[in-house]
């Protein structure tokens, strides 16, 4: 099941439970005593800047794998920093180790994370906020358990972000992602309900996905709505894409939720009514587009509004896809109004520019 951890940050007596919270889903990892040290320290020093320096924030923690070759690490954890806090000014600045800090930036610690974390990534904009994530894992290379892991360099990549309903233990939302050859499939479920077992429908309906994805989406959602009849059911969405052809093939049962950038221009992709384990439609539309370099897509849960706004920035596709998702979670609330169901958000994205991992 997706188990998430929730912690607001508003004042530095919540630093401590980040840390906490971090050793606690390095254990649930199974991660090694170095590599839980790292994801403390890298929590501890992102919590210490959302009450510096943005007023407050949310730390979220989610489990990482299983292992594919869409992450960069196997098994571990990943540690997102949300705030809608006054943004950074100069972001190359801020990731140096030792930078002096100001008020219109988070400052220290941000090297630190970007150093001694498998993976790291940042978003900011003034007068917006700041994203922030950090992975940390097992290496995939020969060497030990803290050789650098293995970031591939090609290729499309998949990652995402998953809360839950009121702080919940798990979220009856979940997200996976499998390749097949030349085939890369994204899948986003979202149990119905909440709690444990809209959590055990969606964990079914990621497991069921690499037992079948070298098929095409409807069949795919097809052979999950067999897997998941002694479940409450669920909403999924499922987007493949065939990097050989350049086609994208999206289809979805239920509330989720998909959107298609190319160039400047969202396009909305519709999911078909019903319920996969439990009302299966008697025919799946199944929706085509071309990918691009530069496309970029978003599925979601029905956590996010229904007209939420996607963001405009031309090149929100060179980060971290769950930088991205987080991106679109943030600008999906507020502050003052922050979502109030379980909400997942998954991003498929072009490779990083330049060779970067």
């Not at 940390?136 to 998953?162: D, F, K, S, Y």
Request: hydrophobic share 40%.
């Amino acid at each position: 099941m997706t188990r998430v951890w929730d912690i607001p940050v508003q004042d530095s007596t919540r630093i401590r439970d980040v840390r906490v919270a971090a050793e606690a889903a390095c254990t649930h990892a199974g991660l090694d005593p170095h590599a839980t040290a790292v994801a403390a320290l890298v929590a501890t020093e992102l919590a210490s800047n959302l009450v510096k320096h943005a007023v407050g924030g949310r730390i979220f923690i989610n489990l990482t794998g299983p292992a594919d070759t869409l992450v960069p690490d196997v098994t571990g954890v990943q540690i997102t920093s949300l705030d809608h806090g006054p943004g950074i000014g100069n972001v190359p600045a801020a990731l140096r180790d030792g930078h002096s800090t100001a008020p219109s930036s988070l400052g220290a610690g941000l090297g630190t994370c970007l150093r001694i974390a498998h993976a790291f990534d940042l978003h900011s904009r003034p007068g917006q906020g700041t994203v922030a994530v950090a992975r940390i894992g097992r290496a995939r290379v020969p060497g030990g358990a803290h050789a650098e892991p293995h970031r591939p360099r090609t290729g499309v990549r998949a990652g995402g972000i998953t809360t839950a309903l009121a702080h919940a233990e798990h979220s009856g939302d979940a997200f996976g992602r499998a390749r097949s050859g030349p085939k890369v499939t994204l899948l986003l479920s979202d149990g119905l309900g909440h709690g444990d077992k809209a959590a055990e429908a969606s964990a079914a309906a990621i497991e069921g996905l690499h037992r079948c994805a070298d098929l095409p989406p409807a069949e795919i959602l097809r052979h999950l709505h067999t897997a998941l009849r002694n479940t409450r059911g669920a909403a999924v969405g499922v987007a493949q894409l065939d990097e050989e052809t350049g086609r994208l093939s999206f289809a979805g049962v239920g509330n989720i939720g998909a959107r298609l950038r190319t160039g400047a221009t969202w396009q909305p992709l519709l999911s078909h009514p019903g319920i996969i384990g439990a009302r299966f439609p008697a025919t799946v539309p199944v929706r085509e587009n071309a990918w691009r370099p530069d496309s970029l897509l978003v599925l979601h849960s029905d956590g996010l509004p229904s007209r939420w706004v996607p963001p405009s920035e031309p090149r929100l596709g060179d980060h971290d896809p769950a930088v991205v998702a987080a991106v679109v979670l943030r600008a999906a609330g507020s502050a003052a109004r922050p979502l109030r169901d379980d909400a997942s958000v998954a991003v498929l994205a072009p490779p990083p520019p330049d060779g970067r991992p």
